[in-house]
């Protein structure tokens, strides 16, 4: 069974631009969780979604948003990009439990550069 | 955001040596998991606690769920060079609905 995939792998971007990060989870996964690393907050929640539908939300200003299909692959879009964005941002799926009530598989993740 | 003390932030250690990491928090936590996350990817689950007091191994891993369920520490016994890499604590509070993550452990080895 294939992992959780994330494309793409690296991206840079300059403040100010937009940017979207897509993420598939494992077949049969219906919940994505997005999650924030860098060296300072260390990992970070984003938002969990669960049948198309943010079924949970971290403490991220709403130039983070994301969404989900009907395919359970989600996408995670930051507006308005600032230095401050460059980080590995991490997807991750469970079948349908809550991160921490079930297990929870990590993707390899995109890092993100803002010039 | 919050996070959970985890310690020591870094360890160099010979090979062969065996290893304690721990974290701690304030709050009453439902679950406790270890993840290890190597150069370019993403955290892969080690052990999953659920019960206070349980003591659960993989391996040469072994991890407990505090008993006063603020705490949980991750021993690895006869450390090989693949073990290197940066060591989690995660967990999820009672009636919370995501976890939470520790600063990690980097963990160097020398031949």
């Known amino acids: 069974k294939a992992g959780v995939t994330q494309t793409p792998r690296y991206l840079i971007k300059t403040r100010g631009q937009q940017v979207t990060l897509s993420c598939s989870p494992i077949s049969g996964h219906r919940s994505v969780s997005w999650y924030q690393q860098t060296p300072g907050q260390g990992l970070q929640f984003l938002f969990e979604y669960f049948s198309e539908t943010q079924r949970n939300k971290g403490n991220f200003p709403g130039r983070f948003s994301g969404r989900q299909f009907s395919n359970s692959r989600s996408e995670m879009n930051v507006s308005t990009l600032e230095l401050g964005d460059s980080a590995l941002y991490l997807c991750a799926s469970t079948r349908g439990g809550r991160p921490g009530w079930e297990t929870q598989y990590f993707g390899p993740g995109t890092r993100l550069l803002v010039l | 955001g919050q996070q959970l003390n985890q310690s020591p932030q870094s360890m160099f250690i010979q090979e062969g040596e065996d290893v304690s990491m721990n974290c701690t928090s304030s709050?009453?936590?439902?679950?406790w998991l270890w993840y290890k996350q190597d150069p370019g990817e993403g955290p892969v689950l080690l052990i999953a606690l659920y019960k206070a007091g349980e003591l659960t191994s993989n391996g040469r891993l072994t991890a407990q769920f505090g008993i006063t369920r603020k705490d949980s520490f991750l021993n690895i016994s006869a450390s090989i060079p693949s073990d290197v890499g940066i060591y989690f604590c995660?967990?999820?509070?009672?009636?919370?609905?995501?976890?939470?993550f520790g600063q990690g452990t980097r963990l160097t080895i020398n031949p």
């Open positions: 995660a967990g999820s509070r009672e009636g919370a609905q995501k976890l939470v």
């Open positions: 709050s009453i936590f439902n679950t």
